[in-house]
């Protein structure tokens, strides 16, 4: 029959075996724990991935409504654009007269335009008004002083500017900056509007000038001058004294 082991080899077997089952459980609670952390860990990318997703959205749903806004701009732009009048002003030769270079102010909106201010820089001067000092000055006159009242849609304006030999060959200013302000429908006012214009654009060029009354009236005058040379070296003429022998007329009958 063994030996009965002693009292303190026993405590000690005991000892050990807690001692291990306290390091099993440790370990055990070290693996939940590190396992929950992981849990913890993903849970926390999830919910950051979620967050930038939904930042994402945020901001494409921002970004989207700041297009929906700017469209919405530009069509109420456009449409209050369509309703106005727009003015334009231009230096342009006059398709009737040769070599006249006109101020030509034009309303091509569909809208009445109102209390128009045309302003040029520098301020607007002719060849025709140097050393006259009995010649209009266009600068002064009502309408850049004090602008149009109105201007219907279709209205054009045209002002004797310059002969063109004389102003592009002269040394005043070739180039102006205009600037035209007016009100619109509701005497709401309307966009301000700039204009470059350069005279030089017409240096080395020729003109085609379409053919009006006025160029009909001469031609007509022309041809009455030579039918009129044309009869006096008529015999008939010459033996009554320039006047035309009608036979059948009682006062050129001969009896």
């Known amino acids: 029959m063994p030996p009965v082991e002693s009292g303190p080899d026993l405590i000690a077997i005991i000892t050990v075996l807690i001692a291990i089952g306290a390091l099993i459980v440790a370990i055990l609670a070290w693996l939940a724990a590190n396992t929950q952390a992981k849990m913890a860990q993903d849970q926390a990318a999830e919910a950051r991935r979620s967050a930038d997703a939904a930042n994402e959205q945020v901001s494409l749903g921002k970004d989207q409504l700041d297009v929906a806004l700017r469209q919405l701009e530009l069509e109420q732009q456009v449409h209050r654009e369509q309703q106005e009048p727009y003015i334009v002003v231009d230096i342009q030769p006059s398709a009737f007269v040769s070599s006249v270079l006109l101020v030509v102010i034009e309303n091509t909106g569909p809208t009445v335009a109102r209390n128009v ?4 820089d520098p301020q607007i001067e002719r060849f025709e008004e140097i050393g006259d000092p ?9 309408l850049f002083k004090n602008g149009i009242p109105a201007m219907p849609p279709g209205r054009r304006i045209e002002l ?19 600037t035209v302000d007016c009100d619109g429908p509701g005497d709401r006012p309307v966009e301000t509007m700039t204009y470059k214009i350069d005279l030089r654009i017409y240096e080395g060029t020729e003109q085609i000038h379409v053919k009006n009354i006025h160029d009909g009236v001469k031609m007509l005058e022309k041809v009455k001058e030579e039918l009129g040379g044309i009869r006096k070296l008529l015999p008939y003429e010459r033996a009554n004294g320039g006047t035309l022998a009608n036979p059948a007329h009682p006062s050129t009958r001969r009896t």
């Open 117 to 120: 201010r045309i302003t040029f």
């Open 160 to 178: 004797f500017f310059d002969l063109g030999s004389n102003r592009l060959n002269s040394d005043l200013p070739k180039e102006y900056t205009v």
């Open 134 to 142: 009995s010649r209009f000055i266009l600068a002064e006159s009502f």
